[in-house]
């Protein structure tokens, strides 16, 4: 039973576009949220997070967006490059007994072409 | 700059084989994971250690063991290599409380 949720495995998008990217949960308690993007052959890196108090983060062109009536966050990323072409993987954080617990989505694969 | 190393990128074993993937990070963190990725199924956590000599089983800890022995190194063992141990394995670290975690390179682990 998946709590994270990204339903799109992957998505194509012209260079200088906006790129949506798009998360959802199923679990209430979660209340924080990452966004991190992996190039293949490498490691995770991470790229923004959003606390379930607020409902927007920027980081230069990186946003993302939480709504949390709808169980759902975005990641848009405007304008995008050629070198945005990885797999972002969205994650929700709870608080599990003393610590806290990472769960994943299974990944969006994004081409950005020139 | 913060640094988590995996002894690895590539690694080829034989079934049967017991194999060791060794993880350090240089950033004083308390908690260490290790994951595989496999395409279609996003990041898995096989094991994890909040400190020193303390270990917890992640989602699919079977046929896996780890040891963390000093702080900054997490090591993950795999008793008798499988062909479905064929994967990605990332090892991660982060502070403990705080959500973001850091990822080593990875090890593609091929288990023939």
């Known amino acids: 039973d998946q709590q994270v949720k990204q339903n799109s495995p992957s998505l194509s998008v012209q260079e200088g576009r906006i790129s949506i990217l798009n998360c959802d949960y199923t679990?209430?308690?979660?209340?924080?949220f990452l966004w991190y993007k992996k190039y293949p052959a490498e490691g995770p890196t991470f790229l923004i997070s959003i606390s379930s108090i607020k409902d927007k983060n920027e980081d230069g062109r990186f946003t993302v967006f939480l709504n949390k009536s709808a169980k759902h966050l975005s990641l848009h990323i405007v304008p995008s490059q050629p070198g945005d072409s990885a797999v972002y993987f969205c994650?929700?954080?709870?608080?599990?007994?003393?610590?806290?617990?990472?769960?994943w989505g299974l990944g969006t694969s994004l081409a950005v072409n020139p | 700059d913060v640094k988590v190393t995996q002894s690895s990128r590539y690694l080829v074993k034989r079934t049967g084989e017991k194999v060791f993937l060794e993880c350090v990070q240089d950033?004083?963190?308390?908690?260490m994971f290790w994951y595989r990725q496999d395409p279609g199924l996003g990041l898995r956590l096989i094991y994890f250690s909040y400190d020193v000599k303390m270990k917890e089983k992640g989602d699919i800890p079977e046929g896996y063991s780890v040891s963390r022995e000093k702080k900054e190194r997490f090591s993950l063992i795999l008793e008798s290599a499988s062909t479905n141990q064929t994967s990605m394995y990332l090892c991660?670290?982060?502070?403990?409380?705080?959500?973001?975690?850091?990822f080593g390179s990875g090890t593609q682990l091929s288990v023939l």
């Open positions: 994650a929700a954080s709870a608080r599990a007994g003393n610590n806290r617990k990472l769960i």
């Open positions: 679990n209430s308690m979660f209340d924080y």
């Open positions: 991660a670290s982060r502070t403990g409380g705080i959500e973001k975690l850091f």
């Open positions: 950033m004083d963190h308390e908690n």
